[in-house]
């Protein structure tokens, strides 16, 4: 069966696509909160013990990790997103980095904010200029920079070609910054945030924070899909499309 | 319960931490559900207008 | 408000937001000054004198002493080539122990003693359980996780 994937680059299509989506992926998120909460608070020891003996605050981590890893990758989609809306000339492209930004934004500011609550009573301070906090501070004003491009421009097709040559300029600079500082060698660099090792990690804990992070996923693929419905009604509204999907009381 | 709440003595920190998560997903949700009824509207309006020409 | 005004602000936090992470990232990348210097390099003079900066190493095992009826502790700062003697008056982190990492900030005294302000205590990416970490340790098992702990003989010595 040949299916022609340049259809899906057009408004009307994904339209209809994602709002079919939509109630999956609510469903997935829910599951996978559910599950990923629970085994987080119930299943998990409350305190920690050996080299990193934490209190119960360590638990912190079933939202903060996941928050920290949607952050970046969400980024990292939008950027492929408008490099490819640069490239194609494709109007979709762009309107899917516009509906990734702000959900991205937000998970950027949660792994700053849960990581100031669980910092606090771990190493002793809400903040530190410590590398890994000070870059993903850094990818916070890369994603506020993004949006606010964007607004400051009226012609739409240009905020979308600018902010995307940001967001792109922005992709370089972040494992730049990451990777300049944080050394592969820990015993060269110095830091406050450890490194991350998914192999040090007891299996319930890690099972609960792979499940959120998946909900996290799951979450992102809802909510940008319902701002990029919406943005596609903005910007098609004048368009036959839309008129005869609503004429008829279509959604 | 309590004590699940009380969270060791930690309960400050682990509900600053997932207090805001949950208030700013909801929020997030509630903002495209506006966002998009808003859009609706105004395309059904503008379909109608159309009809009655 | 009016389109132009919004816009302006808007043109302004892009500004600000595109400013500040490029002067991040600029001063990260450019800098000469570490994240924080460690027992050798303060005492071979690499750490800026009269300023405050961040002394990073492993607390010495033995060397923390708490002064009775005040805040004011002692230890000394490793980084197991050299030393550096450090008094703290405050509240020492929930994750600060002997043996372990620690970053703190402050100034060096002329006597060679760091007067820290500030004493934060690093840990290392192992979640675990408290039970699975001595296991790990005596019985150098895989993928033992708390659920099934392997039960001690009586009279056994770990």
Redesign the interface.
């Known amino acids: 069966m040949n299916f022609n994937w340049f259809k899906l680059a057009s408004p009307p299509a994904f339209y209809t696509l994602a709002g079919r989506l939509i109630p999956i992926l609510w469903g997935l998120t829910i599951i996978l909160l559910v599950t990923g909460l629970y085994w987080g608070?119930f299943e998990?020891?409350?305190?920690?013990?050996?080299?990193?003996?934490?209190?119960?605050?360590?638990?912190?981590?079933f939202?903060?990790v996941p928050?920290a890893w949607m952050s970046m990758w969400l980024y990292f989609v939008m950027v492929v997103w408008a490099a490819i809306g640069l490239i194609f000339n494709t109007r979709l492209s762009f309107m899917m980095a516009n509906a990734i930004a702000?959900?991205g934004a937000?998970f950027t500011?949660?792994a700053l904010?849960?990581g100031a609550?669980?910092g606090?009573?771990?190493?002793?301070?809400y903040w530190?200029?410590?590398?890994r906090l000070?870059s993903e501070?850094?990818l916070f004003?890369?994603y506020?920079?993004y949006m606010?491009?964007h607004?400051?421009i009226?012609d739409v097709r240009r905020a979308d070609r600018a902010s995307a040559l940001?967001a792109i300029v922005?992709l370089v600079?972040v494992p730049?910054?990451f990777w300049?500082?944080n050394c592969p060698d820990p015993n060269q660099?110095?830091?406050?945030h450890?490194?991350?090792?998914l192999t040090?990690?007891?299996?319930?804990?890690l099972f609960a924070m792979l499940t959120m992070t998946f909900a996290f996923w799951a979450?992102s693929f809802a909510?940008t899909f319902?701002?990029l419905?919406?943005i596609i009604?903005?910007r098609d509204?004048?368009s036959v499309w839309?008129?005869e999907l609503?004429?008829n009381g279509g959604? | 319960m309590s004590e699940?709440l009380a969270?060791?003595?930690?309960a400050f920190?682990?509900w600053?931490?997932?207090g805001?998560?949950a208030l700013?997903?909801v929020i997030?949700?509630v903002q495209?559900?506006t966002?998009?009824k808003a859009?609706?509207a105004?395309?059904?309006r503008?379909?109608?207008l159309?009809?009655q020409f | 408000m009016k389109p132009r005004q919004?816009?302006l602000i808007?043109?302004g936090?892009?500004i600000i937001?595109?400013g500040?992470?490029s002067t991040?990232?600029i001063t990260?990348?450019n800098s000469n000054i570490?994240?924080?210097?460690?027992p050798s390099q303060v005492l071979a003079n690499e750490a800026p004198q009269d300023h405050v900066f961040?002394l990073?190493g492993l607390v010495t095992t033995g060397t923390l002493i708490r002064q009775p009826e005040s805040l004011t502790v002692h230890f000394d700062v490793t980084d197991n080539a050299k030393t550096v003697k450090v008094v703290y008056t405050g509240i020492?982190?929930?994750?600060?122990s002997e043996g372990?990492g620690v970053?703190t900030k402050g100034k060096l005294g002329a006597d060679g003693v760091f007067y820290a302000e500030?004493?934060?205590?690093?840990?290392?990416?192992?979640?675990?359980?408290?039970?699975?970490?001595?296991t790990?340790k005596t019985a150098h098992a895989e993928g033992v996780?708390?659920?099934n702990p392997p039960s001690p003989p009586a009279g056994a010595n770990n």
């Open positions: 608070f998990t020891v409350s305190q920690l013990g050996g080299n990193n003996p934490q209190k119960e605050y360590y638990r912190i981590i939202i903060h928050s702000p959900t937000i500011f949660l904010w849960t609550f669980w606090r009573p771990s190493w002793g301070t530190d200029w410590d590398p000070t501070l850094v004003f890369m506020i920079g606010a491009l607004s400051a009226d940001l922005g600079m730049v910054i300049s500082i660099c110095a830091a406050l450890q490194r991350s090792n040090k990690i007891d299996s319930d804990i979450y909510a319902i701002r419905r919406t009604l903005h509204a004048d839309v008129r609503f004429t959604r | 699940f969270q060791g003595g930690y920190f682990i600053s931490a997932y805001m998560a700013l997903l997030e949700v495209l559900r966002q998009y859009i609706v105004r395309v059904i503008a379909a109608r159309r009809q | 919004q816009r808007f043109i936090l892009a937001g595109i500040a992470a991040l990232a990260a990348l570490s994240y924080f210097f460690s961040r990073g020492l982190p929930d994750l600060f372990k970053v500030e004493v934060l205590a690093k840990h290392d990416e192992e979640y675990v359980p408290p039970e699975v970490a001595s790990l996780t708390h659920s």
